[in-house]
């Protein structure tokens, strides 16, 4: 069968090709189109989908979306009216924005992508979440966990995924209704912190590691959670379910205090009394969510009596968590789709029609590289045109070599080769690679390169052999989440000594662990690294500027080369070197 | 790792008609799946929201109604 899944209209919109239960191809719009987060409908990147397949609409057999609109209209005329009349203005706005455009997608879709109605299928928001997980797994009998902010109106869902004569099936075991959910409060919070919901919940994590968990008290009054995985928000101190701009009330700042007010300066470590009061806020928030995602994992445990965890949804990225269902949780093992938000339902879409409803066989999720490549041609001919100076290199090694020369010497440069990630993460193929050794390379990265506040950390890649001399894998000993960035790992003695500049301040890294079989090329480059250096890790951060989506073509990782501090470039096997462009 | 060439991704776009027809089912699942649900009860509201919607269109779109909707408000 060949399916393509989309999903779209809300954030991260994206869409996936499976063919005959091959992953063919998987991207964001975003990539394409420049806008991030783009929350269109992925025209741009089914056309890449389809070229890369050598597809056409036609030959597709089904086009699945990623979630039911009318089910998710219903929850919102629902809740609207329950709220009313606080909820008038943005009653009004939504009916706009449904009655106008979201109601009628089914013909949008058939239209923008000239497929028919009969090739359009969709799914649940949550069964794509979990079909984008079991389904890439190495599992058989999972229990699967998808928590986001909603979709339909569901906010958390728990499943069983198990074969059943041979043919993988999926079962609701427990769902959590809007507006009780992890994610928006999550998102709340993040707001009430000064940053923007869906993109600032990663600050927030890493924020709250330079605060203590003060407010866990406060946090109680904020959301009940139940034994049996429940979780009831308390209405008294939110508002994301009838406002349209603003999340929380004015409770949640008596009791919390003021909220921080976006773009003011964040300093860390701090003397200053409401710097500290935001980092602990975080702080609470972040042990809070753990707390509550360690009981539903006991539910999820109860449920299904599994020994496999899957985990999926937009709080599924939240690697300081996953760090802890690996260690507390009740499973032995665990798997993280890598694109775990929204764009992700887009692959489970697709998947859920081919492996679950056409029992095509289930892909193994080896490989992120799911996006465009460009041909080192290509390449080679866009460099002439502009009149860039570049070195081309015939040998890998001897490439390999040179870069990791010149990152021995504190040189920061980008790293351009074979298709682009599917998910949020860069994860060497569109990446910004540093020397991990010396704090001072971290800030300049920070500072003159990715223009964003010093507090965030920057992730290490290593060497899957040494990866013992420098992080604790615990109890992921089975490397699931490793080469994907999934989760933290603890730093050891010698990592906090020896690599100040990819240990965060509470002596934990976002790991990516580059095996014997993976990304070739960057490998060859981790051990160039460590033949000069002794070390087998690179700091490694995406290839974008601030507020920009990772980049996609060698024009825009040219352009972000020469707007940013960056000491050097390669695209695929050129080398370009900043002082002789 | 090469690009490959793109051939057969030419779009065929469906026509003014068949979207209206498709609009027309939608609208028809939205109704059974509010009856299905025994949210029936929200089916007149959208209906004058839908209406409303669809006079302001006209009355943006016509302008000469513009006197006749006059009369009738």
């Known amino acids: ?581 | 790792m090469t690009t490959k060439v793109p051939v057969r991704s030419v779009f065929t776009p469906a026509s003014w008609g068949q979207r209206m027809a498709e609009r027309g089912r939608t609208a028809g699942e939205l109704a059974g799946l509010l009856i299905r649900n025994g949210r029936w009860w929200l089916l007149p509201m959208l209906i004058i929201m839908s209406l409303t919607a669809v006079l302001l269109g006209v009355v943006h779109v016509i302008e000469y109604a513009a006197p006749f909707v006059y009369t009738v408000f």
């Open chain 1, 1 to 581: 069968m060949k399916i393509l899944g989309i999903s779209a209209f809300f954030h991260d919109a994206a869409a996936a090709i499976v063919v005959d239960g091959v992953i063919v191809a998987a991207a964001q719009e975003e990539r394409f189109s420049r806008i991030k987060q783009d929350a269109s409908l992925p025209v741009q990147a089914v056309r890449y989908c389809l070229d890369e397949a050598e597809l056409s609409m036609a030959e597709i057999d089904y086009v699945v979306f990623y979630e039911k609109p009318l089910r998710k209209f219903e929850r919102i005329l629902v809740s609207q009216l329950r709220a009313f009349p606080r909820g008038l203005r943005q009653f009004g706005r939504a009916m706009r924005t449904w009655l106008g455009s979201r109601l009628w997608l089914k013909s949008d879709i058939c239209k923008e992508l000239g497929c028919s109605s009969q090739q359009l299928l969709f799914s649940e928001h949550h069964l794509s979440h979990a079909a984008s997980a079991y389904l890439c797994s190495p599992f058989q009998d999972a229990a699967i966990v998808t928590i986001d902010g909603v979709g339909e109106s569901a906010t958390t869902s728990v499943f069983h995924g198990f074969a059943e004569e041979g043919c993988p099936k999926i079962d609701l075991k427990l769902e959590l209704p809007y507006p009780h959910s992890i994610g928006l409060l999550y998102s709340s919070l993040t707001a009430y912190l000064g940053f923007r919901v869906n993109e600032g919940e990663y600050k927030v994590m890493g924020l709250s590691s330079y605060g203590q968990p003060k407010y866990l008290e406060e946090f109680a009054s904020l959301a009940s959670v139940g034994d049996d995985g429940s979780l009831e928000i308390n209405p008294r101190y939110f508002s994301y379910h009838y406002h349209a701009t603003k999340s929380f009330t004015p409770a949640l700042e008596a009791l919390l205090g003021p909220s921080r007010i976006p773009g003011s300066p964040l300093e860390y470590p701090s003397g200053d009394i409401d710097m500290q009061r935001y980092a602990d806020v975080a702080a609470s928030l972040q042990t809070f969510t753990e707390e509550y995602l360690l009981v539903l994992m006991g539910e999820a445990k109860r449920q299904t009596q599994s020994n496999s965890l899957c985990l999926a949804g937009g709080v599924a990225l939240n690697s300081v968590a996953n760090r802890r269902i690996c260690e507390e949780g009740p499973f032995e093992h665990v798997f993280v789709q890598p694109a775990a938000g929204d764009a992700g339902g887009a692959l489970g879409a697709a998947l859920y029609a081919s492996c679950v409803l056409h029992n095509d066989p289930r892909p193994r999720l080896s490989s992120v590289a799911l996006g465009q490549s460009f041909a080192p041609a290509s390449i080679e001919k866009f460099l002439d045109d502009c009149g860039v100076k570049y070195t081309k290199y015939s040998d890998d090694e001897e490439l390999a070599d040179e870069v990791a020369q010149r990152m021995s010497v504190g040189q920061v440069g980008g790293w351009f080769q074979g298709r682009f990630e599917w998910g949020p993460r860069a994860l060497g193929n569109r990446s910004i690679l540093a020397d991990p050794r010396y704090a001072s390379t971290r800030d300049r990265v920070n500072r003159a390169i990715k223009f964003r506040e010093k507090f965030r950390p920057f992730a290490p890649m290593v060497l899957s052999e040494d990866t013992h001399l420098w992080f604790d894998l615990g109890r992921n000993r089975d490397r699931l989440l490793a080469p994907f960035m999934c989760s933290v790992m603890p730093a050891t003695a010698a990592a906090k000594e020896k690599l100040s500049a990819v240990v965060h301040v509470d002596g934990t890294a976002r790991v990516q662990v580059v095996g014997r079989s993976s990304n070739p090329r960057t490998r060859r480059l981790l051990q160039a690294f460590k033949k000069k250096t002794g070390v087998g890790v690179l700091l490694n951060t995406s290839m974008n500027l601030k507020d920009e989506p990772i980049c996609a073509s060698p024009a825009e990782a040219y352009g972000a080369f020469v707007r940013s501090d960056m000491d050097f470039l390669t695209l695929e096997n050129c080398l370009i070197v900043k002082d002789q462009i």
